[in-house]
């Protein structure tokens, strides 16, 4: 593999609960009497290790609530890491001069889920596109029209309806211009959080195959984030499971579908509806997944996990390899 573009190394988010100035208070009393609250924190990602190559495709998947959108926002520079760093192009991005900075945040973009909420619906479509790159200099102020045209012709939209609001258009594009938006700024990495999960089967379809001609022509780089394991597997040249706010597996996309390793990401793919097993009964993983602000000792997954051991609830496994460029974090391998 090449030399990664960006790197998480060690990174965590936490979240606290905000109180208000009488919760402060009552905090502060309670403490003074010997009887502190404990306080709430929601650990939504767990001391991760990241890597990903100039021109790759990675692609992101666990199950709802298991902090695979609050990794993205880290990597995209939206949220900052409780801890742990970002480094971009082998530089930490929060060392970096204040110029460098802001080119190393520019080059790095995210396309959202829903593609209503993301877009602003008082402003036009060419404002929307062409705001970010008004503010960094990269077209005159009132002017661009052109720039804004090829931009929007990229995402696929006719220029000519770039005087509409987003009311006025449809799921699939509106997806186009959040995308248009994006590579206004001529981003090298895109985050793509669910970004076809909101449209119709056959406008999924058009969004992913946009993304994959972009890819060609603008050579980006991409963090896929999805819960859809076939549209991960279209896409992705790398596959990384995340469970609980920690990665539990990642390697090459067709080692992850021929070679499963951790439990849980064999209970993922046997839940994958596929042609040749339209009869068979499906069975779901068993129990929820753990509330963040509790999760269980030792290996998140133990409680919901078909082979866990005593190990499982007492020791937290180490992401180790298990074949050339493929790691798993689970004690069945020793």
């Not at 502190?36 to 709802?64: C, F, N, W």
């Not at 052109?146 to 770039?162: S, V």
């Not at 999960?197 to 603008?218: K, P, W």
């Amino acid at each position: 593999m090449s030399e990664p573009v960006i790197e998480l190394r060690g990174v965590s988010k936490r979240f606290g609960k905000h109180l208000d100035a009488a919760a402060r208070l009552t905090r502060g009393l309670r403490r003074s009497l010997g009887n502190p609250v404990p306080e709430q924190v929601v650990r939504a990602v767990d001391t991760v290790d990241l890597s990903i190559a100039k021109g790759e495709v990675v692609g992101l998947v666990g199950e709802s609530g298991c902090g695979k959108s609050t990794l993205g926002r880290m990597v995209a520079g939206i949220m900052p890491p409780s801890d742990g760093k970002v480094i971009w192009k082998g530089r930490d991005i929060t060392a970096m001069p204040l110029d460098a900075m802001r080119k190393a945040t520019l080059a790095v973009q995210m396309i959202f889920q829903d593609p209503y909420a993301s877009l602003n619906p008082r402003m036009r479509v060419a404002d929307i596109v062409g705001e970010a790159p008004r503010v960094h200099g990269m077209i005159p102020k009132g002017g661009g029209d052109e720039y804004i045209d090829a931009q929007l012709r990229r995402a696929g939209l006719d220029p000519a309806y770039k005087r509409r609001y987003p009311h006025q258009f449809s799921g699939g594009q509106r997806q186009r211009i959040g995308i248009a938006r994006a590579l206004a700024v001529q981003p090298e990495f895109l985050v793509c959080d669910e970004a076809v999960a909101a449209l119709d089967v056959s406008i999924q379809a058009q969004i992913l195959n946009l993304f994959m001609d972009l890819r060609e022509q603008l050579d980006l780089t991409y963090l896929f984030i999805s819960h859809d394991l076939g549209v991960v597997e279209h896409l992705s040249d790398r596959v990384v499971i995340m469970y609980l706010g920690r990665i539990v597996e990642e390697a090459p996309a067709e080692e992850i579908f021929a070679r499963a390793n951790h439990p849980y990401t064999q209970a993922l793919l046997a839940e994958v509806p596929r042609i040749d097993t339209r009869k068979r009964q499906f069975t779901a993983i068993k129990g929820e997944i753990p509330s963040p602000l509790n999760p269980p000792p030792g290996c998140h997954f133990h409680p919901r996990c078909p082979a866990a051991m005593a190990v499982c609830r007492e020791q937290a496994p180490e992401l180790r390899e298990v074949a050339p460029g493929h790691r798993s974090a689970c004690h069945l391998n020793g």
